[in-house]
């Protein structure tokens, strides 16, 4: 099956730096999501993103689907964006979603 | 407001009874989704299902199966609970092709 690695798999950063996220997939796809999981464990949607670039607020993201990567960015980091980040993808003909094991983020004030 | 809600986020219960996870969705979404999450390993698909009695087996169906009687809801049920199900699991909805998937809050069980 499809593979999903995200780097780095843990980071920590102060209060108002910027930060990269990294995700890798080993085979086209059709559909790409960015996730949040809060401490209490919702994963809340950032992104829908199988190409192309997209920002919301402070947070953008960037997929380019020929290369098989995708990357989303965090500006100005606050303490609520702490939590860990999952990139999930679905290839052509499948219904479900294979997730990264994800970038675990702590912001400290 | 879209909502996929499970019904408990709390459970503790002994092992070897028969547990019921239960997942309801408003949003008319085709496909249901139960996963997994332990640490170190991510999200793992334990099954799901993409229409009404429809059902197929995820990454790790061993020790669960499912039901799904009516659209909105999607349900998982261990059999006979082992201590190695202790585990948090989240439902999911979708529309069918290709779609943004919407989690529920989550039921972290343990099993003592």
């Known amino acids: 099956g499809i593979q999903v690695e995200q780097s780095p798999p843990d980071l920590i950063l102060q209060e108002g730096a910027n930060s990269t996220l990294r995700c890798n997939f080993s085979d086209s796809v059709n559909n790409l999501q960015w996730f949040h999981q809060n401490p209490w464990g919702q994963l809340i949607n950032l992104f829908y993103i199988p190409s192309g670039t997209k920002q919301n607020g402070r947070l953008s993201a960037t997929t380019v689907a020929t290369e098989r990567y995708s990357l989303l960015y965090i500006s100005s980091s606050q303490t609520t964006d702490s939590g860990v980040y999952f990139c999930a993808v679905q290839r052509p003909g499948f219904q479900k979603l294979v997730f990264g094991t994800g970038t675990r983020l702590l912001v400290s004030p | 407001d879209v909502k996929v809600t499970q019904s408990s986020r709390y459970l503790v219960k002994r092992t070897g009874e028969k547990v019921f996870l239960e997942c309801v969705q408003d949003m008319d979404h085709e496909n249901m989704f139960w996963y997994r999450q332990d640490p170190g390993l991510g999200l793992r698909l334990i099954y799901f299902s993409y229409d009404v009695k429809m059902k197929e087996k995820g990454d790790i169906p061993e020790g669960y199966s499912v039901s799904r009687e009516k659209k909105e809801r999607f349900s998982l049920i261990l059999e006979s609970a082992s201590t190695n199900q202790t585990s948090m699991y989240l439902c999911?909805?979708?529309?069918?092709?290709?779609?943004?998937?919407?989690f529920g809050q989550g039921t972290r069980l343990t099993v003592v």
């Open positions: 999911a909805s979708s529309p069918t092709g290709v779609g943004v998937a919407f």
